[in-house]
């Protein structure tokens, strides 16, 4: 039974910084893509950004290209979403999934594990 443990979300400020963890255990991680995804308030569950087993590929939806960065650290068991020039439309909670396949997978229902998020909020 894999478990993933998220990290790192807090009260920023637009215009900030901030990195999320994600912890894994109970699995061989490097076998795995990780993914984030994040939910708003009043919004569908949205795709963020994903990686392969490798760390070699990575994809991200539109909106966060050029600001997030998605790494992993297999070493670790531990999957990382740096987010730079923050802005309030950012605002979610993010969670973090992993995939039964090394390739990237984009969509939620390709995800079989999922924390239990952590909250990001991007102040005006």
């Known amino acids: 039974q894999v478990q993933l443990v998220e990290s790192g979300g807090r009260l920023v400020q637009a215009g900030g910084s901030l990195r999320l963890s994600c912890a894994a255990s109970?699995?061989?991680?490097?076998?795995?893509?990780m993914g984030w995804f994040r939910q708003g308030p009043g919004k569908e569950h949205e795709y963020v950004a994903s990686i392969n087993w490798s760390g070699e590929n990575t994809f991200y939806t539109d909106s966060v290209k050029g600001r997030f960065t998605i790494s992993r650290d297999n070493a670790k068991n531990t999957v990382y979403l740096q987010m730079n020039s923050l802005t309030p439309e950012d605002t979610a909670v993010y969670y973090c999934a992993t995939a039964p396949s090394p390739s990237v997978m984009l969509l939620p229902s390709e995800y079989d594990y999922w924390g239990q998020g952590t909250q990001v909020t991007v102040s005006s």
């Open positions: 109970g699995g061989i991680f490097s076998n795995y893509a």
